[in-house]
């Protein structure tokens, strides 16, 4: 007979979430996740097994989460552009939200075991957008001059939060070397200017 849940793993998801952005995930342990939940290691045991398989499933609910979120996003439009320009918008919001994760997840591709669920969830995303770019080449907003092999790394690279949107946020430099923080930097205005440019480079 199946034990009730009580919401443990979605509590331990939440622990493991927290502490894989505090110390990483090199040093994320069982006892350490039990720990913060408050919850046995025999319980931790009945709902993921093993460590690894608990990292696996809550990078999938962290997918999930940011997938559904798009998905909303996506539907309150109609036109593929419209859902382009809504999904390339929340995607560099997402990442500026979720700084910590988001760097997260790009440093465990090279340094741990979860590049293969890294990929499978990268080629999910990447077929959504080829669909969208053909569906915009089809209604004549994106050029059918242009592969799709160079148009998603021009849609992509220049809205990477980590150094785009850091960049946008200083005018300069002064004459100590500091930079100088640009105080009308607004993320929304800037993001949503950049994917105008980068479309409209596209028709």
Request: glycine letters at 6%.
């Amino acid at each position: 007979m199946t034990r009730p849940s009580h919401n443990i793993d979605l509590l331990l998801l939440e622990k493991g979430e927290e502490l894989i952005l505090e110390i990483g995930f090199e040093k994320f342990s069982i006892r350490g996740v039990c720990k913060k939940a408050g919850v046995n290691l025999g319980m931790f045991h009945y709902y993921f097994k093993t460590k690894e398989h608990f990292v696996s499933v809550l990078f999938e609910h962290l997918f999930k989460k940011f997938v559904a979120v798009q998905e909303e996003v996506i539907l309150k439009h109609t036109k593929s552009i419209d859902k382009l320009k809504a999904l390339l918008f929340v995607r560099a919001k997402l990442g500026e939200q979720n700084k910590q994760i988001a760097f997260l997840f790009m440093k465990e591709i090279f340094t741990s075991g979860l590049s293969k669920l890294m990929r499978k969830h990268q080629e999910k995303e990447l077929n959504f957008f080829i669909s969208l770019i053909k569906q915009c080449k089809e209604e004549g907003d994106i050029s059918k001059d242009l592969s799709v092999q160079h148009i998603i790394p021009i849609l992509i690279a220049p809205l990477n939060f980590s150094i785009v949107f850091d960049m946008a946020m200083f005018t300069g430099v002064d004459n100590n070397g500091k930079y100088i923080k640009n105080e009308n930097y607004d993320f929304n205005k800037y993001t949503k200017k950049l994917i105008d440019i980068i479309l409209r480079g596209l028709k």
